[in-house]
């Protein structure tokens, strides 16, 4: 599914969309199924910060992240949604652990 990336109070140039798709795209070597993407931008006083949102066949996952450069609150956004995805896979995989 198509990455949906809204910036709130500023304009989300091409280097930050290529940014956001590399930094989202890891979730595809997990194989979800994904029938929401969504990635939310917007500046909070010196801080970007970043909320990524999905819904899965295993559930819904967020991430937020903030950080002054608004390419790292993307990459923290998406390591957590990723962390908690992996997650869930492992303990549906072994449920004992």
Same mark, same amino acid.
């Given at each position: 599914?198509?990455?949906?990336?809204v910036?709130?109070?500023?304009?989300?140039?091409?280097?930050?969309?290529?940014?956001?798709?590399?930094?989202? &795209?890891?979730?595809?070597?997990?194989?979800?199924? $994904? @029938?929401?993407?969504h990635?939310?931008? *917007?500046?909070?006083?010196?801080?970007?910060?970043?909320?990524?949102?999905?819904?899965?066949n295993?559930?819904?996952?967020f &991430?937020?992240?903030s950080?002054?450069?608004?390419? $790292? @609150?993307?990459?923290?956004?998406?390591? *957590?949604?990723?962390?908690?995805?992996?997650?869930?896979?492992?303990?549906?995989?072994?449920?004992?652990?």
């Open positions: 599914m198509t990455l949906e990336i910036g709130k109070a500023f304009d989300v140039t091409d280097a930050l969309k290529a940014h956001a798709e590399k930094a989202t &795209g890891k979730l595809s070597k997990l194989k979800v199924d $994904l @029938s929401y993407n990635l939310s931008l *917007k500046k909070d006083g010196a801080n970007y910060v970043s909320e990524y949102e999905i819904h899965t295993l559930g819904q996952f &991430g937020r992240g950080d002054t450069d608004c390419y $790292l @609150s993307i990459t923290d956004a998406a390591t *957590k949604v990723f962390e908690q995805v992996k997650k869930r896979l492992d303990k549906l995989q072994d449920p004992s652990a």
